[in-house]
T-cell receptor
């Protein structure tokens, strides 16, 4: 089982450049999430999608946009990268209901110089 | 606002010891609590999920407890091994503005010395 697949694994951007992080899951989950992880902090939610066609802001959405292309895919776009967006980004998905586990991708390590 | 704290931030113990990792949360209105493991440069792997109505869950050498009223959970690792070295994160599931949301602790980095 592939689970949750993220691409790319590593990326270096110059300030002001744009890029899209891709995420796909093959578990037929409705809910998908984008988090960022910074040293000494817990994961912080950027955006989430409760179902195909819907997206909502999380705790730290500024500077990001998302697209829920279909049930499988949820992409995160940085329109104009800033050094403050240097972080490790994780995509996750969950099945329906309260007591279902979350599954995570391997992460994208992004550096903005 | 729900806050999740994990203390200590790092822990180093000799192989073979039993150990306890702590997780505390400020609001007892949670649906469940989950423990995850993160290896360096990797994603997160779910270890145990404790529903709000449960007191504990066990998987192999791992046992997680939940005391909702006091806002605490512990992850007990028996007979620790070097392969247990990783960062352990806890997260509580709450209701956000319109959907379930996981609120995360910052993690405990565990090193098991051979």
């Amino acid at each position: 089982n592939a689970g949750v697949t993220q691409t790319p694994k590593f990326q270096v951007l110059k300030t002001g450049q744009s890029m899209t992080l891709q995420c796909a899951q093959d578990m037929n989950h409705n809910s998908m999430y984008w988090y960022r992880q910074d040293p000494g902090m817990g994961l912080r939610l950027i955006y989430y999608s409760a179902s195909e066609g819907t997206t909502d802001k999380g705790e730290v959405p500024n500077g990001y946009n998302v697209s829920r292309l279909n049930k499988r895919e949820f992409s995160l776009r940085l329109e104009s990268a800033a050094p403050s967006q240097t972080s490790v980004y994780f995509c996750a998905s969950r099945g329906p209901g309260m007591n279902t586990e979350a599954f995570f991708g391997q992460g994208t390590r992004l550096t903005v110089v | 606002k729900q806050e999740v704290t994990q203390i200590p931030a790092a822990l180093s113990v000799p192989e073979g010891e039993n150990l306890v990792l702590n997780c505390s949360f400020t609001d007892s209105a949670i649906y469940n609590l989950q423990w995850f493991r993160q290896d360096p440069g990797k994603g997160l792997t779910s270890l145990l999920l404790i529903q709000s109505s449960q007191r504990e869950q066990t998987s192999g050498r791992l046992n997680a407890s939940l005391d909702k009223s006091s806002g605490r959970s512990t992850l007990y690792i028996a007979a620790s091994q070097p392969g247990d070295s990783a960062t352990y994160l806890c997260a509580v599931l709450t209701m956000g503005d319109s959907n379930y949301q996981l609120i995360w602790g910052a993690g405990t980095k565990l090193i098991i010395k051979p």
